[in-house]
Every structure is written in C-alpha cells, then in structure tokens.
C-alpha cells in the first residue's frame, strides 16, 4: 500500500521519467511501475506530504507543505469524488480519473504548476480515457 496525496494522482499520469532530483525520480519511477503492472495496488489518499514527497528535495521552503499544494490536493480529490483517507486500488482511481476529468480540465486544476506547460499530464489522462493505463516509463 502506498499514501498519495491529491495531485500526485494526476502527476503520475504524466510521468516521463523527469523530477527534481535523482532520488525523486527512482522514487517516483518505482512507484509508476508498480502501479502500471499491478493497478491491484492499494493506495491510501492522505492529506499532506505523502510517499512521493518522502524524496522531494528539501532546498529552503518544503514545497510539499505549502498551502497551494494543500489546495490542489483538496480540489483534486473533490474533481475525482474521492476523500482523504479512503483506501483504494489504483485501477479505481483510474476508473474515477475516466469518469469526472477530462485533459481540459488541467487548465484551472493545475492552474499553477510547473510541469504543466509540457503537456504530458493532458496526454496521460487522455491515454487513460483510451484505456491505457500509466505509459511505461524506462
């Protein structure tokens, strides 16, 4: 079982392999496999700095705990009708992502990141609306 918080459900969809530091990214690769291969996988959503961001690095302000992440996290979660604390498995939360988001949505959702401007997350909820799954990261 793995503890995700609310954006972190998304970025995994958009997942290629980049991050913010070598940690990061065999971190959030490991996690990106196993999910891919096994959508049985448990995920426990929690409210607050969460497997991932164990291997976020801590260069001055911890941006796992600001308040605009707490805010997507919680906006996320409501789009997918999913609450903090529900445990379910990653296939469902797959399910939930084809029913209640689409790409467009990523404009107001994740108004503020970063990582948007690439276009990969639109391009893995939109595999995920075509059945795909998590795309295979090497």
Excluded: F
Aim: hydrophobic share 30%; net charge positive.
């Amino acid at each position: 079982m793995y503890k995700l918080r609310g954006h972190h459900l998304l970025c995994l969809l958009g997942y290629r392999g980049m991050g913010y530091s070598a940690d990061y990214i065999e971190n959030m690769t490991r996690l990106h496999h196993t999910l891919r291969l096994n959508p049985d996988t448990i995920i426990h959503l929690i409210n607050g700095p969460d497997h991932l961001c164990e291997k976020y690095p801590n260069s001055g302000k911890y941006h796992c705990q600001d308040i605009h992440i707490y805010k997507r996290d919680a906006l996320i979660l409501e789009n997918l009708h999913l609450k903090v604390d529900k445990k379910i498995q990653w296939k469902e939360i797959e399910n939930s992502i084809r029913k209640h988001i689409i790409p467009a949505d990523l404009v107001n959702i994740c108004e503020t990141c970063t990582w948007r401007s690439y276009g990969v997350c639109e391009e893995g909820i939109q595999e995920i609306h075509q059945g795909k799954g998590l795309r295979e990261v090497k």
